[in-house]
């Protein structure tokens, strides 16, 4: 895959991190598997007694009513918003600790890269066709990824809870990592070598003529 190219605007800007998973997705889609991520919020939910989910995108007050249905104790716990505007967005995801990606299939996950430059981290599927992710997770540095089943995704998003309450995620240093490897001039940088300066990135790709 190709690093999309993140709009700067996304940082963090060392607000307190909660515990806070947003999920961000056109939840009408069943590619981003909406069903999937009700299920595994509803478990998060019952087994954390302070986590708080923050849906993000179309149908997102659907998903967020699902789940009040089915764990009515953390309806308070569960919020939907169905559009945000970058700034929004930064927001909310500075306050968070992780991004979670339930989708089926990404050629990149936009809103992963997005939460990692605002210091979150990320879970989500181990899958051939969510290729952006193994990268995003670094080796388990920045997230974790789990079978594509609700019970594995919810372990997931259960132990990475625990990583960042045992002071194994600094979010300052996630942002900056990723802020030099996703910013939009770091990735425009790097495909501009690639076509013109093959020689640098080990590339086979010729330099143009014009």
């Given at each position: 895959?190709?690093?999309?190219p993140?709009?700067?605007?996304?940082?963090?800007t060392?607000?307190?991190?909660?515990?806070?998973?947003?999920?961000?997705?056109?939840?009408?889609?069943?590619?981003?598997?909406?069903?999937?991520?009700?299920s595994?919020a509803?478990q998060?939910?019952?087994?954390?007694?302070?986590?708080?989910?923050?849906?993000?995108?179309?149908?997102?007050?659907?998903?967020?009513?699902?789940?009040?249905?089915?764990?009515?104790?953390?309806?308070?716990?569960?919020?939907?918003?169905?559009?945000?505007?970058h700034?929004?967005?930064?927001?909310?995801?500075?306050?968070?600790?992780?991004?979670?990606?339930?989708?089926?299939?990404?050629?990149?996950?936009i809103?992963?890269?997005?939460?990692?430059?605002?210091?979150?981290?990320?879970?989500g599927?181990?899958?051939?066709?969510?290729?952006?992710?193994?990268?995003?997770v670094?080796?388990?540095?920045?997230?974790?990824?789990?079978?594509?089943?609700?019970q594995?995704?919810?372990?997931?998003?259960?132990?990475?809870?625990?990583?960042?309450r045992?002071?194994?995620?600094?979010?300052?240093?996630?942002?900056?990592?990723?802020?030099?490897?996703l910013?939009?001039?770091?990735?425009?940088s790097?495909?501009?070598r690639?076509?013109?300066?093959?020689?640098?990135?080990?590339?086979?790709?010729?330099?143009?003529?014009?």
């Open positions: 895959f190709v690093s999309h993140i709009d700067p605007a996304m940082r963090y060392g607000s307190i991190k909660q515990a806070t998973v947003v999920a961000v997705g056109r939840w009408d889609d069943a590619v981003k598997c909406p069903d999937t991520l009700v595994v509803s998060v939910l019952v087994r954390h007694p302070t986590v708080q989910f923050i849906l993000v995108g179309t149908q997102a007050t659907r998903c967020a009513a699902a789940i009040a249905a089915k764990i009515p104790s953390a309806q308070n716990r569960v919020v939907g918003h169905e559009y945000l505007d700034d929004q967005l930064c927001e909310k995801m500075n306050s968070s600790q992780i991004s979670l990606c339930t989708s089926h299939s990404e050629s990149f996950h809103p992963s890269g997005e939460a990692l430059l605002c210091g979150c981290t990320v879970v599927p181990c899958s051939p066709l969510l290729p952006a992710l193994d990268y995003f670094e080796g388990g540095t920045s997230g974790r990824l789990a079978a594509n089943t609700p594995d995704l919810a372990e997931a998003v259960l132990a990475e809870l625990a990583a960042w045992q002071g194994l995620r600094v979010p300052a240093t996630l942002s900056a990592v990723w802020r030099e490897r910013a939009a001039r770091v990735v425009v790097r495909i501009e690639l076509l013109f300066d093959p020689s640098e990135e080990g590339s086979a790709v010729p330099r143009s003529k014009t």
